[in-house]
């Protein structure tokens, strides 16, 4: 059973900084990885996808890549910004899970002006 | 595109009480998932459907909650009767194979 372990559950740097948020899956069998974005009392908005024959995609400072050998991801974000603030969420999907999201607990990420 | 639409975004009712909770997919989407959220569990898929027929609904709680589809374009989440401990964020989200999820903008449910 897959399961997807987001490490650390809590950050806080300042701001200007680059930052590093980390994903783990157990079972490499992946469809793809995405990075989401929720905003207090918000929806999730998608960040990256990465499909598994990907290594990595980028989108301005964000920067996602993906490991399978060794069941990992991470979510770069280089010159942080006090709206960075929000939790970033991993998520897996794989095929014998008829593709269905396998979500990590989170991130909570501050960024302090 | 308008996005996922849900409404309502807030509810309160009484322990009891039916609650319909209802959500309109991005046109063109043939997957629809309705998700819970809550400090303590996190987000939990609790079923999804493919071209308007629900796939795999394990997620749901109780035989208490039920979810339709009859259309392509609109969907619900039934609770009945409600109990304190439904009480979360609810979220619909819809996509194509292989792409993203998108996500609404939840319906905050509380069940006194």
């Known amino acids: 059973k897959q399961e997807v372990t987001q490490i650390p559950a809590a950050l806080s740097v300042p701001e200007g900084e680059n930052l590093v948020l980390n994903c783990s899956f157990t079972d490499s069998a992946i469809y793809n990885l995405q990075w989401f974005r929720q905003d207090p009392g918000k929806g999730l908005t998608s960040l990256l996808l990465?499909?598994?024959s990907q290594r990595e995609q980028t989108s301005g400072r964000l920067n996602a890549s993906l490991d399978k050998s060794s069941g990992r991801s991470t979510l770069y974000i280089a010159a942080s910004q006090p709206g960075d603030s929000a939790t970033y969420l991993c998520?897996?999907?794989?095929?014998?899970?008829?593709?269905?999201?396998?979500w990590g607990a989170g991130t909570k990420l501050i960024i302090k002006p | 595109d308008a996005g996922v639409i849900q409404s309502p975004r807030h509810e309160v009712t009484e322990m009891g009480q039916e609650v319909t909770l209802r959500c309109k997919p991005i046109s063109g989407h043939d997957y629809l998932f309705w998700y819970r959220q809550t400090m303590m569990r996190g987000l939990e898929l609790l079923i999804y459907?493919?071209?308007?027929?629900?796939?795999?609904d394990s997620g749901m709680p109780e035989d208490r909650f039920s979810a339709k589809m009859p259309n392509a374009s609109f969907s619900t989440l039934k609770i009945q009767p409600s109990e304190p401990r439904d009480s979360a964020v609810y979220f619909c989200a819809s996509t194509g194979l292989g792409e993203t999820q998108y996500f609404g903008p939840g319906t905050r449910l509380l069940v006194l």
């Open positions: 459907f493919n071209n308007n027929v629900p796939i795999d």
């Open positions: 998520a897996v999907s794989s095929w014998d899970s008829n593709y269905q999201l396998i």
């Open positions: 990465i499909q598994s």
